[in-house]
Each structure stands twice: as structure tokens, then as C-alpha cells.
């Protein structure tokens, strides 16, 4: 994929993400996605941070929207080379204080195949 395409494809993430339209995300995903997160890890220790496959990510995610009905991502940063992208932004609740996150995507065929989270 070329830059611009990985870009693209990281601001439809985006626009998905801060429209919590679930369907749309979860379009932007293979059927097999990896998706690890630090917050994965806490919420669910058991999972060790990594969730595997759409319906896993449905299930975060969802549960995510109706718990932060806020949530929105300030997107600052786009990094992208070869099939990943580095995404840097800004993750806004209302009452919490503002998070400063870093996200891979790895896109194969012009879907995400693995998404990683960083974060303190």
C-alpha cells in the first residue's frame, strides 16, 4: 500500500472511532484482527492485552462506547511506511484527564490485520 493509502485508511479509523459507528470500524478489520491494548490488559487480565478476531473487537469496543459515551480521539501524528501505520492522538473523556496514545495498524489488502496500543 502507498502512503497515502495507509493514511487514508487510518483516517477513516478515525472518523469511525469518534462517530462510534461500530460497523464502519469493524469493516476497516480482517475477519482474524489482532488487537492488543494496555487497557485490554487491566480490564481483562486474562486476555494478557490481546483479543483475536471481529467479534472480540465488537465486543471491546461496544462496550467501550456505552461506558465512555465522551470518548473521542484528537488524532495529531500520522506515520506510515510500507503496510503499517503509527498513529498519534489524543484520547478525550469528559472528567478524565487527556491520555497521549500511540497505535500500529498493520494493513494487508487494504485491511487491518494486527493494531497495537501504547500508552503510560
Do not use: C
Amino acid at each position: 500500500m502507498t502512503n497515502n493509502e495507509l493514511n487514508r485508511t487510518a483516517l477513516e479509523w478515525f472518523e469511525a472511532f469518534n462517530q462510534h459507528d461500530l460497523e464502519k470500524l469493524l469493516r476497516l478489520y480482517h475477519e482474524e484482527a489482532e488487537h492488543y491494548s494496555p487497557k485490554l490488559k487491566v480490564k481483562y487480565p486474562e486476555t494478557l492485552g490481546l483479543i483475536k478476531g471481529k467479534e472480540a473487537l465488537r465486543n471491546w469496543w461496544q462496550e467501550a462506547f456505552e461506558r465512555l459515551p465522551s470518548l473521542q480521539y484528537k488524532m495529531l501524528h500520522l506515520i506510515s511506511h510500507e503496510n503499517r501505520v503509527f498513529m498519534d492522538y489524543i484520547r478525550q473523556v469528559d472528567n478524565e484527564e487527556d491520555l497521549r496514545v500511540g497505535e500500529t495498524l498493520e494493513i494487508n489488502d487494504g485491511l487491518i490485520v494486527a493494531s497495537r496500543v501504547y500508552h503510560s
